[in-house]
């Protein structure tokens, strides 16, 4: 993707035409839904700042309040106003279709279903079920595409958008990256409500960094209304907003928290008006996503967590009666099978399996005798042979190794299924589209107990055992229910030899 700077008169939002309407705090019923995005609340925290030692002031505005969820409602209720009224969509006859991580897609699906736009949906694998249920039921359709392609890739969900464009009849791209309506949407109304909310006295906002609309709009209006306000980005690791100049796209990496990152600089980020920027990872964001909703009650999702670990290391350097504004983007609903989940945070390493001193076994290691065998099979077989070797096997899993023997992925039946019946797959593709990448593993080497194994058995039918020999990740087997409480019963332990006692 190119690095897009914009051209000098880009930033120009003071110029621009405003045709989003002033709020009207007073209204008792609404025309339609989408007439309710924005004017969400600003909450001041009551337990996090004071934990954290902080002798300011901070304030979360309320994204997640927005009807479909997020701040990005905004935006895309303001892109296509604007194409409406400039004649780009035509009501009844265009086809909206966006590149989006979840979000921007909800909000498109939302004022499609209100106006009654065909929507289709290009997003990556990592986004969660939640946003994908969403969009369905707002009548979107869905494209997803690999999380790790990237963006310049033909594979990438930016690609695979700008070429559908050019496929389907009265296909429109809005394009959120590079559309001025993106960052136009929050100078009019994020930032206006900001200052509205505090009078015009704001020292800090903190704003997570994603197609960047939100920072770059805000921060607009708000150096011009009050220039003494420090506005600080917030980017993970493994993105290159923060730093362009010290990362490239090779340095890109995988992480959980959704919306915020990216391995190119979108047109609607303007850096110079970022005064400070803090790189954040999985293991700050999450928790603090969890402490948002347990200690303030705000039903927010991972971004969140982001923006106010960022917004907890900048206002430190905040004075009593000073105040920060973070932007809290999203809502919980989009992860309840994510971050919301404990034993999903336990898996990935964001948190510790509970002790539990009543179970015998619970702190037991696993050993390789009580791993049910499971066949594997070369990287470079068909989708045919690995559904005959399914048909010869008593599991429904398959290991699928590379030459040397390390784990590349697992083939399942259900997911072969899937992909046959929801994603018109075909058995002539190559096996790689149907092998599952993302799937709950334990490694022998780090000796998992049972259960760190059960916790896993809560949220996944199966765990696959690997273990490393001489650098190598190998198939070692699955364990599932069956297996533990067959153990933890004396039952017969299930093709496996050993026996674990108390
Ligand atoms: C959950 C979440 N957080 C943060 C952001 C970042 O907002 P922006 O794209 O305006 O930078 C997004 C954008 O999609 C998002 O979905």
């Given at each position: 993707?190119?690095?897009?700077?914009?051209?000098?008169?880009?930033?120009?939002?003071?110029?621009?035409?405003?045709?989003?309407?002033?709020?009207?705090?007073?209204?008792?019923?609404?025309?339609?839904?989408?007439?309710?995005?924005?004017?969400?609340?600003?909450?001041?925290?009551?337990?996090?700042?004071?934990?954290?030692?902080?002798?300011?002031?901070?304030?979360?505005?309320?994204e997640?309040?927005?009807?479909g969820g997020s701040v990005k409602d905004?935006i895309a209720?303001?892109?296509?106003?604007?194409?409406?009224?400039?004649?780009?969509?035509?009501?009844?006859?265009?086809?909206?279709?966006e590149p989006t991580s979840g979000n921007t897609g909800i909000g498109l699906a939302?004022?499609?279903?209100?106006?009654?736009?065909?929507?289709?949906i290009v997003l990556p694998e990592k986004m969660s079920d939640e946003k994908v249920?969403t969009l369905?039921?707002?009548?979107a359709?869905i494209i997803r595409t690999p999380t790790e392609a990237?963006s310049?890739?033909?594979?990438s969900n930016i690609?695979v958008a700008?070429?559908?464009?050019?496929?389907?009849?009265?296909?429109?791209?809005?394009d959120q990256y590079?559309?001025?309506?993106n960052?136009?949407?929050?100078?009019?109304?994020?930032?206006?409500?900001?200052?509205?909310?505090?009078?015009?006295?704001?020292?800090?906002?903190?704003?997570g960094a994603g197609t960047c609309g939100t920072?770059?709009?805000?921060?607009?209006?708000?150096?011009?209304?009050?220039?003494?306000?420090?506005?600080?980005?917030?980017d993970p690791?493994g993105s290159?907003l923060?730093?362009?100049?010290?990362?490239?796209?090779?340095?890109v990496?995988v992480y959980e928290v959704e919306g915020i990152g990216y391995d190119f600089?979108p047109?609607v980020?303007?850096?110079?008006?970022?005064?400070?920027?803090?790189?954040?990872?999985?293991?700050?964001s999450?928790?603090?996503?969890?402490?948002?909703?347990?200690?303030?009650?705000?039903?927010?999702g991972g971004s969140s967590?982001s923006?106010?670990?960022?917004?907890?290391?900048?206002?430190?350097?905040?004075?009593?009666?000073?105040?920060?504004?973070?932007?809290?983007p999203d809502s919980?609903?989009n992860y309840?099978?994510k971050?919301?989940?404990?034993?999903?945070?336990?898996?990935?390493?964001?948190?510790?399996?509970?002790?539990?001193?009543?179970?015998?076994?619970?702190?037991?290691?696993?050993?390789?005798?009580?791993?049910?065998?499971?066949?594997?099979?070369?990287?470079?077989?068909?989708?045919?042979?690995?559904?005959?070797?399914?048909?010869?096997?008593?599991?429904?899993?398959?290991?699928?190794?590379?030459?040397?023997?390390?784990?590349?992925?697992?083939?399942?039946?259900?997911?072969?299924?899937?992909?046959?019946?929801?994603?018109?797959?075909?058995?002539?593709?190559?096996?790689?589209?149907?092998?599952?990448?993302?799937?709950?593993?334990?490694?022998?080497?780090?000796?998992?107990?049972?259960?760190?194994?059960?916790?896993?058995?809560?949220?996944?039918?199966?765990?696959?055992?690997?273990?490393?020999?001489?650098?190598?990740?190998?198939?070692?087997?699955?364990?599932?229910?069956?297996?533990?409480?067959?153990?933890?019963?004396?039952?017969?332990?299930?093709?496996?030899?050993?026996?674990?006692?108390?």
């Amino acid at each position: 993707m190119e690095n897009a700077s914009a051209p000098a008169n880009y930033f120009n939002l003071k110029e621009m035409k405003h045709i989003v309407d002033a709020l009207d705090r007073n209204k008792k019923v609404f025309p339609n839904i989408l007439n309710c995005v924005g004017n969400t609340p600003l909450v001041k925290l009551t337990n996090i700042p004071k934990e954290e030692g902080l002798d300011c002031d901070i304030y979360a505005k309320c994204e997640f309040l927005n009807p479909g969820g997020s701040v990005k409602d905004r935006i895309a209720y303001r892109m296509v106003l604007d194409a409406e009224e400039r004649g780009i969509l035509k009501p009844g006859k265009s086809v909206i279709i966006e590149p989006t991580s979840g979000n921007t897609g909800i909000g498109l699906a939302l004022a499609a279903a209100v106006k009654g736009y065909r929507c289709i949906i290009v997003l990556p694998e990592k986004m969660s079920d939640e946003k994908v249920n969403t969009l369905i039921a707002l009548g979107a359709e869905i494209i997803r595409t690999p999380t790790e392609a990237p963006s310049e890739s033909p594979e990438s969900n930016i690609m695979v958008a700008k070429r559908l464009v050019t496929e389907i009849p009265d296909a429109v791209l809005l394009d959120q990256y590079n559309n001025v309506c993106n960052p136009l949407a929050h100078y009019d109304t994020t930032a206006e409500e900001i200052l509205w909310s505090l009078d015009d006295n704001v020292d800090m906002v903190v704003i997570g960094a994603g197609t960047c609309g939100t920072i770059s709009g805000v921060a607009h209006k708000i150096k011009e209304r009050c220039p003494k306000c420090v506005i600080v980005g917030v980017d993970p690791y493994g993105s290159i907003l923060a730093q362009p100049e010290e990362l490239n796209a090779s340095d890109v990496q995988v992480y959980e928290v959704e919306g915020i990152g990216y391995d190119f600089l979108p047109r609607v980020l303007d850096r110079t008006v970022v005064d400070k920027w803090v790189k954040t990872d999985d293991l700050k964001s999450l928790p603090m996503a969890r402490r948002l909703i347990k200690e303030e009650g705000l039903l927010c999702g991972g971004s969140s967590g982001s923006a106010m670990w960022g917004a907890v290391q900048a206002a430190k350097s905040l004075k009593r009666g000073q105040r920060c504004v973070v932007i809290l983007p999203d809502s919980i609903r989009n992860y309840m099978t994510k971050f919301i989940s404990d034993q999903w945070l336990e898996v990935r390493g964001f948190k510790s399996v509970p002790s539990n001193d009543k179970l015998w076994w619970w702190n037991k290691p696993l050993s390789e005798d009580l791993v049910k065998v499971i066949p594997s099979i070369s990287e470079n077989s068909s989708p045919s042979q690995a559904i005959t070797m399914l048909g010869k096997s008593d599991t429904s899993i398959l290991a699928v190794v590379n030459d040397k023997g390390s784990i590349q992925g697992i083939f399942t039946a259900d997911y072969a299924r899937r992909r046959l019946a929801n994603l018109s797959g075909s058995t002539k593709e190559g096996l790689d589209k149907f092998i599952i990448k993302k799937y709950y593993k334990v490694n022998l080497n780090n000796k998992p107990s049972f259960g760190a194994l059960s916790r896993i058995l809560d949220i996944s039918p199966f765990v696959v055992v690997v273990r490393t020999e001489s650098t190598i990740e190998k198939p070692k087997g699955i364990f599932t229910s069956e297996n533990l409480i067959s153990l933890i019963t004396n039952g017969n332990v299930m093709n496996g030899n050993g026996v674990l006692s108390e």
